[in-house]
């Protein structure tokens, strides 16, 4: 990659990461907004049995403060270009060792199988193949 490239590639990236948060941050408003309404219906609810509403209007509190937690989102921060190639490439790297196992242990798994098979054919009469 050009230079030109490759902050082009960074960029893009970045900015994919920002609209991820801001989709993830409106997750959070849209369940916390859901739970305030479910806590309004809860708070005019008559004829609940005794408990049974302070322990929901409880529930929903507690769950407005830690499932709607925005506080542990961060904007991402946009990695000057050299940190980024180097992210890259590494990922490219451990990318391909990883998918190259793999695909050794698979094919030595195949190989068992395919031997297993063989074995299996040549076990039975010659007319019940």
Same mark, same amino acid.
């Given at each position: 990659?050009?230079? +030109?490239?490759?902050?082009a =590639?960074?960029?893009?990236?970045?900015?994919?990461? !920002? &609209?991820?948060?801001?989709?993830q941050?409106?997750?959070?408003?849209? +369940? =916390?907004?859901?739970?305030? &309404?479910?806590?309004?219906? !809860?708070?005019?609810?008559?004829? %609940?049995?005794? $408990?049974l509403? @302070?322990f929901?209007? +409880? +529930?929903l509190?507690?769950? *407005?403060?830690?499932?709607?937690?925005?506080?542990?989102?961060?904007?991402?921060?946009? *990695?000057?270009?050299?940190?980024?190639?180097? &992210?890259? !490439?590494?990922?490219? !790297?451990?990318?391909?060792?990883?998918? $190259?196992?793999?695909?050794?242990?698979?094919? %030595?798994?195949?190989? @068992?199988?395919?031997?297993?098979l063989?074995? *299996?054919w %040549?076990s *039975?009469?010659p007319?019940?193949?």
């Amino acid at each position: 990659m050009t230079p +030109q490239q490759r902050d082009a =590639a960074a960029y893009a990236e970045w900015n994919i990461r !920002v &609209g991820e948060f801001y989709i993830q941050i409106a997750d959070k408003r849209a +369940q =916390a907004d859901r739970y305030r &309404g479910m806590r309004a219906r !809860v708070e005019r609810w008559a004829g %609940a049995p005794e $408990g049974l509403k @302070e322990f929901m209007l +409880q +529930q929903l509190d507690t769950s *407005l403060e830690f499932d709607c937690d925005e506080t542990y989102y961060t904007p991402p921060k946009r *990695l000057d270009l050299a940190q980024w190639y180097r &992210g890259e !490439v590494h990922r490219a !790297v451990s990318s391909l060792e990883y998918h $190259g196992k793999e695909r050794a242990t698979e094919i %030595a798994r195949t190989a @068992e199988r395919n031997a297993w098979l063989a074995q *299996l054919w %040549a076990s *039975l009469p010659p007319g019940d193949k």
